[in-house]
């Protein structure tokens, strides 16, 4: 599901390029800006000419869908905080000198990466549900959280050991305790060589949310298969639900690319 490649960047720091999420664009990359801006107005012109010039059905679907949106951002919101959470925990242990420790973080991330999401869904909702039974939203957001946290774990791992060791010796020279160089000397930055593969996996797990709609919640894609199986307009529903992803992707990809600027013209003052 995801590729991670470590390479230095022009100024010698290492790079995570993350695969199959949403090209975020970089003011340096004038190409992929360009690519970005034709998207995203080539995405709005079709959402505007589908809406006015044949506005049954397009109009009656996009006024169907705004409530399945909001149940997507829900379930993304939620999902990404809880796999932040897991992934931190997941990538310090994988550093982490106990060898229990890391040896539990590393079983997870390798069972985690080996099942596919559909299946983690399906387990989490159906399989335990003979022992308990967890509602279809919350099984959701469980099953984003646990999948997503195995990769932001390798996410942070791969960007703590980018930071030199010279970084740490120099820290605990000053007399800081090992959490302490941690909270206040690595992560923060670290964090600048994680945040566009965080922002990438924010976005595949946006995309990934579509999986949901087999449990039945009222995603945007299951708001669009229950008004295509009333209307039995498949073609011009999905049309519409494929824009719309498009848009909000491209949206965000837009943010993290402002974030990762606004943060690197931070570090160099």
Not at 165 to 174: C, D, K, M, P, W
Request: proline share 4%; hydrophobic share 45%.
């Amino acid at each position: 599901m995801t590729k991670q490649c470590n390479d230095p960047g022009e100024d010698g720091k290492t790079i995570i390029d993350v695969g199959e999420g949403a090209a975020i664009p970089k003011p340096s990359d004038k190409g992929l800006v360009s690519a970005w801006r034709i998207s995203f107005a080539g995405a709005l012109l079709t959402l505007g000419c589908l809406l006015y010039f044949k506005p049954d059905p397009y109009l009656k679907i996009f006024r169907f869908v705004p409530d399945g949106i909001l149940i997507t951002f829900q379930v993304t919101v939620c999902s990404i905080i809880l796999a932040l959470i897991f992934g931190l925990i997941t990538g310090l242990g994988r550093i982490s000198r106990n060898k229990y420790i890391n040896l539990i973080a590393s079983t997870y991330v390798e069972v985690v990466r080996g099942v596919p999401l559909l299946v983690q869904l399906f387990y989490i909702y159906y399989a335990l549900g003979r022992i308990v039974q967890v509602p279809d939203l919350l099984a959701a957001v469980i099953s984003m959280s646990v999948c997503y946290g195995a990769y932001m774990g390798e996410v942070f791992r791969a960007g703590i050991t980018a930071i030199p060791v010279g970084q740490t010796e120099a820290a605990r020279s000053l007399g800081f305790t090992r959490a302490q160089t941690m909270y206040y000397v690595i992560l923060p930055q670290a964090w600048r060589t994680i945040l566009p593969p965080v922002g990438n996996e924010f976005i595949a797990l946006l995309k990934d949310t579509s999986l949901v709609s087999i449990l039945g919640v009222a995603d945007l894609l299951r708001r669009g298969r229950e008004y295509a199986s009333e209307s039995f307009e498949y073609f011009e529903t999905f049309t519409m639900v494929a824009v719309i992803y498009l848009i909000i992707t491209l949206i965000l990809s837009k943010l993290v690319s402002i974030m990762e600027e606004r943060l690197s013209s931070h570090v160099k003052r």
